[in-house]
């Protein structure tokens, strides 16, 4: 494995991390009790009616936990799983599906609930970043590819 994608697996475990560590915090404002001051900033930014909000959870499961699994999946993959083969494509594959998640929840905060979520946000430039990432990722492990081939 070259050293560019050892150094983009680890760009991806990093932001990985980062992403379960907003998740939980996310996860913890969903089951909070209380109301918290955390990102109650005006009436445009309100973490506590977002993480509270119908839209908080899929079938019963808060998003923020579906977020912490898909972020330990991604860290999963580019950790115990960087030397298989299919681990950029698998990268690839689920960031651009988390991501296309949280656009659409980006847009029922825009569009539905009028109140942003700077958690949210934050997961989402992590996210993106991670697809970008896995992208580069996929580009220079097929590029891999081909120059073995043609070495055979």
């Not at 899929?58 to 330990?72: D, H, N, S, T, W």
């Not at 299919?86 to 960031?95: D, Q």
């Amino acid at each position: 494995m070259n050293v560019m994608i050892q150094r983009l697996l680890s760009v991806v475990a990093i932001l990985a991390v980062c992403g379960i560590v907003v998740s939980s915090v996310s996860l913890q404002h969903h089951y909070a009790k209380s109301k918290t001051e955390f990102c109650d900033i005006g009436e445009n930014f309100n973490c506590d009616l977002v993480n509270r909000s119908q839209y908080s959870e899929v079938l019963g499961f808060p998003v923020a936990l579906i977020g912490m699994l898909g972020y330990a999946a991604m860290a999963g993959l580019a950790t115990v799983y960087r030397d298989r083969r299919e681990t950029p494509s698998l990268i690839l594959g689920g960031a651009a599906a988390g991501l296309a998640f949280a656009l659409y929840l980006t847009y029922i905060e825009a569009r539905v609930l009028g109140v942003w979520c700077l958690l949210c946000l934050g997961s989402l430039a992590l996210i993106s970043a991670i697809t970008i990432v896995g992208a580069l990722l996929w580009v220079k492990s097929r590029n891999g590819l081909q120059s073995a081939a043609g070495n055979q």
